[in-house]
């Protein structure tokens, strides 16, 4: 796969124990979702994988990739420990990057700033979605659809990167608008390597589309009893 999704989502496990004896807190159901263009259905085909693990340190959340000397791109949301994956290769998610500015503006709709980034990315989505219809149209190739994407969304996004940059020394670093100004300040070549392959998409929403119906069916049996049923509630999810 070129291109791989990953999110995670709290399980509890009775059987797996804190140090106090309780049920733990810290197991997790990670959803791994790889993608692929297909040239002849002009799509994209994804494989969702689930797996029940303990903890979220570096060493688990990158099991996966680095057993499998995975060698394409991987696209997270904002968890630290993502970092630790190959900084070449690592996209991160739009959605986590506007979602403080979005938050600002519940609580303060006038807020300029944050009003005229979420216009900017909205913008940048209409590109991206411009160019992703013009790929599963057939108007255009992958190489096309490359070229074309990189420079018109790299465009909008150099400048929204340059606003961020133009704005953060009107914000105290730890003001709402400061951090989210910073997230993206941050992050600048992880938002912007998704524009390097066809499969690459501006946020994780697939991952966290994929998890949902894990997440929907936790509301009605709270929790897995043992690490064979948590394995086994992984496996059945990864299916359907």
Known sequence: MPLVH?????VQVLDFKDDKGKPS????MNVTVGSIWDREEKRRHTLV??????????????????RYDFKGYLLTDGLAGYNHFDASRHCSCWVHAVRGFKNILKADAGNETAQTIVKMVSSLYRIEQRWDDGLAGGQIDEEEFLA?????AGQQIDKIFAYVDERRGDYTQKSPTGKALAYIADRKEELKRHLEVVEGVLDNNIAERAIRPFTVGRGNWIFCKSQDGAEATAFFYSLV
Do not use: H
């Not at 990953?6 to 709290?10: A, G, L």
């Open 6 to 10: 990953k999110d995670e989502t709290p």
């Open 49 to 66: 994988l689930y797996q029940c693990t303990k903890g979220r340190s570096i060493d688990v959340l990158l099991a996966d990739v680095r």
């Open 25 to 28: 807190t810290n197991t997790f």
């Open 148 to 152: 074309g994407c990189r420079e018109e």
